[in-house]
């Protein structure tokens, strides 16, 4: 019987040997390059695959950038293809127009993909509307960016949330940096500032809304939120 069992292993082995040595090969190929595509993007300190949903605010005179939401660009965009061509229109940007340069129908389909991603994480403020339970609401823009002026720490693309108040009337002298590398963000924002002035299509608005001082007293249980018509309320995160 064991003879027959070996037997059998040597035949199929033999038969078979062929795809698995080549099947192993690939894979050792693919770990290979994914080892040194990862090496590469450490030491370039250049994580395109990554996704980073940044608030900007001015706070007590100092420029604040907090993390809302970073993912792989794969995980939000929910297809392959999609993230790729992110990743690959994404290193278009230049100093001057740190936008990423989509054409207004993929813009609108990837900005829309940012505010799923944004509704799903925090989703109180519509239900407290909707319950008739006192809110705050602020308008807020979105665009896609891939900075690459100035000493960034880190590049990736990011999808900018900034208060259309803000944008549309940023102080004309700079605001104090919590961190130097934060000066590339306030010239990026001045840049922002004057693509929106000309061309608004770039930038996708939401109407956030958030539970008012006391509100989350007198409601049944706590639950924070965004929608397009969208609402958030975070703990901040330094991005």
Same mark, same amino acid.
């Given at each position: 019987?064991?003879?027959?069992?070996?037997?059998?292993?040597?035949? %199929?082995?033999?038969?078979?040997?062929?795809?698995?040595?080549?099947?192993?090969?690939?894979?050792?190929?693919?770990?290979?390059?994914?080892?040194?595509?990862?090496?590469?993007?450490? %030491?370039?300190?250049?994580?395109?695959?990554?996704?980073?949903?940044?608030?900007?605010?001015?706070?007590?005179?100092?420029?604040?950038?907090?993390?809302?939401?970073?993912?792989?660009?794969?995980?939000?965009?929910?297809?392959?293809?999609?993230? !790729?061509?992110?990743?690959?229109?994404?290193?278009?940007?230049?100093?001057?127009? +740190?936008?990423? +340069?989509?054409?207004?129908?993929?813009?609108?389909?990837?900005? !829309?993909?940012?505010?799923? %991603?944004?509704?799903?994480?925090?989703?109180?403020?519509?239900?407290?509307?909707?319950?008739?339970? +006192?809110?705050?609401?602020?308008?807020?823009?979105?665009?896609?960016?891939?900075?690459?002026?100035?000493?960034?720490?880190?590049?990736?693309?990011?999808?900018?949330?900034?208060?259309?108040?803000?944008?549309?009337?940023?102080?004309?002298?700079? +605001?104090?940096?919590?961190?130097? !590398?934060?000066?590339?963000?306030?010239?990026?924002?001045?840049?922002?500032?004057?693509?929106?002035?000309?061309?608004?299509?770039?930038?996708?608005?939401? %109407?956030?809304?958030?539970?008012?001082?006391?509100?989350?007293?007198?409601?049944?249980?706590?639950?924070?939120?965004?929608?397009?018509?969208?609402?958030?309320?975070?703990?901040?995160?330094?991005?």
């Amino acid at each position: 019987m064991l003879t027959e069992i070996v037997d059998a292993l040597s035949d %199929e082995l033999a038969e078979h040997w062929v795809k698995m040595v080549t099947a192993a090969l690939f894979m050792g190929v693919g770990w290979y390059f994914g080892r040194r595509r990862a090496h590469r993007q450490w %030491e370039k300190r250049e994580f395109f695959d990554r996704l980073n949903i940044s608030l900007n605010r001015i706070s007590d005179g100092t420029l604040r950038i907090r993390t809302l939401v970073e993912k792989s660009c794969e995980d939000i965009f929910l297809n392959s293809v999609a993230a !790729n061509r992110l990743i690959a229109t994404a290193q278009k940007t230049t100093a001057d127009d +740190p936008i990423v +340069p989509l054409d207004k129908d993929e813009n609108w389909l990837y900005l !829309n993909a940012v505010l799923n %991603e944004i509704s799903e994480k925090f989703a109180a403020g519509q239900l407290y509307l909707d319950m008739g339970l +006192p809110t705050r609401t602020e308008t807020y823009l979105i665009c896609l960016t891939n900075e690459c002026e100035g000493a960034l720490r880190t590049r990736k693309i990011r999808a900018m949330v900034v208060r259309r108040s803000l944008l549309t009337n940023l102080p004309e002298t700079a +605001p104090r940096f919590e961190h130097p !590398n934060h000066a590339t963000r306030w010239r990026t924002l001045g840049q922002l500032a004057s693509q929106y002035a000309r061309d608004p299509e770039r930038f996708l608005e939401v %109407e956030i809304a958030v539970p008012a001082a006391g509100a989350a007293n007198t409601s049944p249980g706590r639950s924070d939120g965004v929608t397009e018509t969208a609402n958030a309320d975070v703990n901040p995160v330094q991005a």
